[in-house]
Structures are given as C-alpha cells and as structure tokens.
C-alpha cells in the first residue's frame, strides 16, 4: 500500500482500526479460556497488586466504561478467580494460575505486533501517539 492509499484515510480512522483489530486478536487468543481483553487486564492488574475496585475500574476506564469494567470483576469473582478482602480486590489461587497460563497467550499476541512494527518503529510510533495525545484536550471522563 502506497503513501497515496494511506492518507486516503484519516488519523483516526487508523487508530479505531488499530485498536479494533489489537481488541480482536487479543479477543481470538483469549476466546478459547473463557474471558476476553477486558478479563485480561483485570486480571493482570491484580497480579502486579491488590487494589480497591474503585482503582482497578479507573484504571481501566481509558478502555471501557465504569459499568462494562464492573461486570468484568463482577463474572471474574463468579468464577472465583477475583475476590475482595479488606477493602480491595486480589486474585484468588485459581485466579493467578489462569492468569499465569493466559500471559503466554497475551504475549504472542504481543509477538505478533512487534513483528509487524519492529523494535525501532513501535517507539517511534509510540512516541508520536504520546506527542498527539499531548497536543490534544484530555476528553471528559
């Protein structure tokens, strides 16, 4: 695809597809374990530390909305995997195992974005992702 055919599309049009196709793959790996992007960032945000739930749904609140993320602990505590103890959520037993067995999974999706952008382009996209994203109003949360 020529330069040409790119910029026929705006920047935002790249990026809806970008992380539309990122939801996707993630989406596709993780199908086959019961849960999907959105239970894997839950997931792997407790296993860095436990955390109220006000926390976790506000970290993920750039990804979804309060009440999608909500549910998202919601089905992960049905399934014994999050539990709340002492004012904060942590991963149960079976939670981190799931968890541990999932980070594979994840990271060969990571494998497969490092391969399409090598080392030197993914930081330099990056990088132009965090100068546009400071160039712009923070929208309304």
């Given at each position: 695809m020529g330069d040409e055919d790119i910029l026929r599309r705006p920047i935002g049009w790249w990026l809806k597809e970008a992380d539309a196709?990122?939801?996707?793959?993630?989406d596709s790996s993780l199908s086959g374990h019961g849960v999907d992007r959105r239970g894997w960032q839950v997931l792997a945000t407790l296993a860095r530390s436990s955390s109220p739930r006000a926390a976790v749904v506000a970290s993920l609140a750039p990804f979804d909305e309060p009440a999608v993320v909500e549910d998202v602990i919601d089905e992960?505590?049905?399934?014994?995997?999050?539990?709340?103890?002492?004012?904060?959520?942590?991963?149960?037993?079976?939670?981190?195992?799931?968890?541990?067995?999932?980070?594979?999974?994840?990271?060969r999706?990571?494998?497969?974005?490092?391969?399409?952008?090598?080392?030197?382009?993914?930081?330099t996209l990056v990088r132009?992702?965090?100068?546009?994203?400071?160039?712009?109003?923070?929208?309304?949360?």
């Amino acid at each position: 695809m020529g330069d040409e055919d790119i910029l026929r599309r705006p920047i935002g049009w790249w990026l809806k597809e970008a992380d539309a196709r990122l939801d996707a793959a993630l989406d596709s790996s993780l199908s086959g374990h019961g849960v999907d992007r959105r239970g894997w960032q839950v997931l792997a945000t407790l296993a860095r530390s436990s955390s109220p739930r006000a926390a976790v749904v506000a970290s993920l609140a750039p990804f979804d909305e309060p009440a999608v993320v909500e549910d998202v602990i919601d089905e992960l505590e049905r399934r014994g995997w999050v539990e709340e103890a002492s004012g904060a959520l942590r991963l149960t037993p079976a939670g981190a195992r799931e968890q541990a067995a999932l980070a594979p999974v994840v990271e060969r999706v990571r494998h497969q974005v490092a391969a399409a952008l090598p080392e030197d382009d993914y930081l330099t996209l990056v990088r132009l992702l965090a100068r546009l994203v400071a160039g712009l109003p923070q929208p309304p949360r």
